[in-house]
């Protein structure tokens, strides 16, 4: 009978202290899945150390590994996409699998995650079940997926990265023409049969996460803009409750007028130019937000650029960068 041929997508950046310790562990998981045919896909995304060098000489050791190389650091998202247009690029491919490549996506997931793909089911995500001890992210992560799931009716709550995707789920995605990807909302969004399994995320061995508070506050923003226009209708509904309170305000100060008894109202002169400019500011602001997606996916510029010389693939890839 003819293998069913699985890609695996590992995007890297600045990994070269652990990457060769892991891929080990990885492919010594594999040996254990022989019974399928597996492709694993490195997508180094603009690495400043030896990353991509170290995968690259590992790739002449193993059959199964190679490299796609990123011109410079896109970003995960970019990444990932560039993984996923690869793997569905070879027609024998039949399911992909997205993994971290520093252990804390265990490896030790996968025959688990098969086994519901052959279960038919087309999208396999693997959840965490404990996360760090940080309070203070926990509770900046937990505000944004309740905030998500208010606005975009999708819960992501304690979801990773870490997916099987069918083919046929992996090549809608790469077809949506959307140039902000928040990939964990828009799988959720496609609605294709799924399961789950829940994962302790084990603690980083090399290097450290390359999160900065600012990048995770900038994704949290792109995510619910690119998922919800909720933000621009509340303040419409703002806006509208503010004309009420003025046009009440104003009916009191015109009373007051006209009867003889005004009063100078310095103060609330000065709180309502403030509250009012306060929130034209943040109306404006918010409009921005979507103006500049707007801008983005109007260029329409391309989400990488794959350096094919430093690449290591099997097969000849496109002649033109994607
Ligand atoms: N990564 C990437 N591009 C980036 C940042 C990260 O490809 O710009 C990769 C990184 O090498 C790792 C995965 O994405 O394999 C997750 O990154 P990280 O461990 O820093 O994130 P965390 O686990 O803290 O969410
Ligand atoms: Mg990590």
Redesign the pocket.
């Known amino acids: 009978m003819l293998q069913k041929s699985i890609t695996l997508v ?6 070269a202290q652990g990457i060769a310790h892991h891929l080990g562990i990885v492919l010594q998981q594999l040996d254990a899945l022989a019974n399928y045919r597996w492709r694993v896909l490195l ?5 400043q150390d030896h ?1 991509a060098e170290t995968i690259s000489a590992l790739c002449a050791q193993h059959d199964s590994l190679e490299l796609l190389c990123l011109t410079r ?4 998202e ?3 996409l560039a993984g996923l247009q690869e793997a569905v690029r070879l027609p024998d491919c039949n399911a992909v699998i997205l ?4 252990l ?1 996506h265990p490896p030790q997931l996968l025959p688990q995650m098969l086994a519901l793909w052959e279960a038919q089911v087309e999208v396999v995500e693997a959840y965490k079940q404990h996360r760090g001890n940080n309070t203070l992210s926990n509770l900046f992560a937990n505000s944004f997926y309740a905030l998500f799931y208010y606005l975009s009716r999708i819960d992501l709550k304690n979801h ?2 870490f997916k099987l995707l069918d083919r046929k789920v992996a090549e809608a995605y790469v077809a949506m023409p959307e140039r902000a990807r928040f990939f964990r909302g828009l799988i959720g969004w496609m609605g294709f049969s799924s399961a789950q399994i829940p994962f302790a ?1 084990p603690p ?1 061995q090399y ?5 900065s508070v600012w990048q995770l506050a900038k994704l949290s923003i792109n995510a619910i803009t690119s998922f919800s226009t909720a933000p621009l209708h509340i303040m419409t509904v703002l806006g509208v409750a503010f004309i009420g309170l003025s046009s009440l305000i104003g009916g009191i100060a015109l009373y007051d007028k006209f009867t003889g008894t005004a009063v100078s109202g310095f103060t609330t002169v000065i709180l309502l130019l403030l509250l009012i400019g306060g929130f034209l500011m943040l109306g404006l602001g918010m409009l921005g937000l979507y103006v500049a997606h707007i801008y983005h996916e109007v260029k329409h510029r391309p989400h990488y650029f794959t350096d094919f010389r430093r690449s290591k693939l099997k097969s000849q890839p496109p002649p033109l960068p994607h």
């Open positions: 590992i995007p890297t950046f600045n990994e997508v180094d995304d603009g690495s990353t650091n896109f970003g995960k970019a990444a990932l993994m971290d490549s520093d804390q990773s990265d995320v980083r290097g450290q996460s390359s999160w």
